[in-house]
């Protein structure tokens, strides 16, 4: 009897203990990957990718995706819609809560009005940013913008469901919300040079805009941009390396230092890695890499780590960073960089402990091949010893190779 009081109170134990523990971690989820198995959803998967909506719903741990067809479609993109406004549009259909085909059907009072991802930017009046979900009779459930007014689209069924975490389910057509369609004018478009300007920047903004590189700059916004802004003192030490760069190489550095996807905070440190810049361009990689280091961010060079020490704005598509030093690509600064330029262009040029004389031979000799005046881009600095020979060592190879020939026909001979 005893025996049997314990195991009761053993199971009971371990029972509610199970319940008090915490469960296994969310899994991550990619609603991209997830409608790339459904293609009559390609379109509504292009634009949430298109807008960047779709890193905001993957950040997110519990969220719904009303998703529609192709031919749904096909009457949003009749409107000619900005991205911006295809983005409120789209972001409308994003709940803010978990809905399952189960839960959808077991609404409490047969309604529900819930916050979508619209809402949370703050950009709608009062609840135009609320969907109103009904139990509609035979079954049905029903979808309608609190902007409209009315049930808009209904239920049709459910793509994918990890419960409590994200569902996926198709819904007859696009709710419509005049607030969500509404012009959006282009965000910091001709406020990022102020901003940076008014808080800090001011150098970098100043050179920004004495360069073709703000171009790139402001026709990225609409797409996504991420800004790291070194702060002015940052600048202000790398002015004289700055002032040395060509036209084309101070636009590389500027663009060097944005990136052509919105990433906040957050995302940064979820998405650690290599990252394309704005100066990104076939061969000219121009990649950074983001790490995290405790709480901070940091972002590394081949040549520097800058630290993220300060947001100037995060509203979707823009954020813009402070970092503590400037960016320096490896393209631009293949090695150590030193405040005075080498005397000759070659990395391996001869040093002024040369006499004149020795300096004038080096000039007759002939150009070094290419791989030799770069060597960054050759293999264990092979070359370096064979520039720093005299042309006497030319001549000593050469002799050797001669030596061995003339043993060879001698040999011949012998025999």
């Given at each position: 009897m005893h025996h049997h009081a314990t195991a009761s109170f053993v199971a009971v134990f371990v029972s509610t203990l199970s319940l008090l523990l915490p469960g296994p971690p969310v899994e991550a989820h990619n609603i991209t990957n997830i409608l790339a198995t459904f293609p009559d959803f390609s379109t509504f998967n292009h634009y949430l990718t298109i807008t960047h909506l779709a890193n905001e719903i993957n950040s997110r741990n519990t969220i719904t995706v009303c998703v529609v067809n192709n031919a749904a479609m096909a009457d949003l993109l009749s409107k000619h819609l900005s991205v911006y406004a295809m983005k409120n549009?789209?972001?409308?259909?994003?709940?803010?809560?978990?809905?399952?085909?189960?839960?959808?059907?077991?609404?409490?009072?047969?309604?529900?009005l819930t916050a979508t991802m619209f809402q949370a930017t703050g950009t709608p009046s009062g609840a135009s940013g609320f969907v109103n979900i009904t139990d509609l009779k035979g079954g049905k459930v029903g979808f309608g913008s609190v902007d409209s007014g009315k049930t808009d689209a209904t239920f049709v069924k459910t793509l994918h469901e990890n419960a409590y975490n994200i569902s996926v389910i198709h819904i007859s057509t696009v709710l419509p919300s005049s607030e969500a369609e509404a012009p959006t004018p282009e965000p910091a478009a001709v406020n990022i040079i102020s901003l940076m300007s008014a808080h800090g920047c001011k150098i970098f903004a100043d050179a920004l805009v004495a360069s073709d590189a703000v171009n790139s700059y402001t026709g990225n916004?609409?797409?996504?941009?991420?800004?790291?802004?070194?702060?002015?003192?940052?600048?202000?030490?790398f002015q004289p390396k700055f002032k040395n760069l060509t036209v084309g190489g101070k636009q590389s550095l500027l663009e060097y230092h944005g990136v052509p996807v919105y990433q906040s905070l957050s995302m940064l440190r979820s998405s650690n890695g290599l990252m394309n810049t704005l100066a990104t361009d076939g061969a000219s990689k121009y990649d950074l890499t983001v790490q995290n280091d405790g709480q901070d961010v940091t972002i590394i060079?081949?040549?520097?780590?800058?630290?993220?020490?300060?947001t100037l704005t995060d509203k979707q598509p823009l954020v813009i960073f402070t970092i503590d030093k400037v960016l320096m690509p490896k393209e631009l600064f293949k090695k150590a960089i030193s405040p005075a330029p080498a005397p000759a262009p070659e990395a391996d040029a001869p040093t002024t402990s040369e006499s004149p004389?020795?300096?004038?031979?080096?000039?007759?000799?002939?150009?070094?091949?290419?791989?030799?005046?770069?060597?960054?881009?050759?293999?264990n600095d092979a070359s370096a010893d064979q520039v720093a020979d005299s042309n006497n060592a030319v001549k000593i190879k050469g002799f050797k190779i001669g030596s061995m020939v003339l043993s060879i026909w001698f040999a011949y001979l012998v025999m």
């Open positions: 549009v789209l972001s409308l259909h994003v709940l803010l809560d978990y809905f399952g085909a189960k839960k959808l059907h077991e609404i409490a009072n047969g309604n529900a916004i609409e797409g996504g941009l991420t800004i790291f802004c070194p702060k002015d003192d940052a600048f202000k030490q060079t081949s040549i520097v780590t800058a630290r993220i020490v300060g004389k020795s300096l004038k031979k080096k000039r007759k000799s002939p150009p070094a091949p290419a791989s030799l005046e770069s060597p960054a881009d050759s293999p």
